[in-house]
């Protein structure tokens, strides 16, 4: 019974350790000398762990419509710095500012979000290069 209890333990834990390995420093997947700020409309929202992430669709001067992909912080830091899970909506237009991925896809590390109505919300990146907001 023993070797049962651990054989179901190993499969249960399997899916937590591959989340765990696929977490990833800043460093190995964006380039803090390639900042970006870009604006478009949010076109998908992930609220999860390890990282919450948005998409938005952005035009570029000839009208072509590029999917960027933003990595946000952690669900805890994210509420720290006053977000929520409906703090942004599909559709809202934002403005994005952050550091683009080392492989050139539409991916960035965002660092802080502009809201339609100005409001600016910090995303407490892990760039060596940003400085943090206080915390209260």
């Known amino acids: 019974m023993n070797r049962k209890v651990l054989a179901l333990a190993a499969v249960l834990l399997l ?19 390639k900042p970006v700020t870009l604006t478009g409309a949010v076109s998908k929202i992930e609220w999860t762990n390890p990282h919450a992430r948005f ?17 946000l912080a952690s669900l805890n830091s994210l509420r720290r710095n006053g977000w929520t899970q409906f703090t942004l909506k599909v559709g809202d237009v934002v403005t994005a500012s952050g550091y683009a991925a080392l492989s050139g896809v539409p991916m960035a590390n965002a660092s802080s979000v502009r809201l339609a109505d100005g409001t ?17």
């Open 15 to 33: 899916p937590s350790s591959a989340a765990v390995g696929a977490h990833h420093g800043f460093s190995s997947e964006y380039d803090e000398k």
């Open 55 to 71: 998409y938005i669709d952005v035009k570029d001067a000839s009208g072509k419509v590029t999917n960027w992909n933003f990595e």
């Open 120 to 136: 600016r919300l910090f995303a407490e990146t892990n760039a060596p290069s940003v400085q943090q907001t206080p915390q209260p």
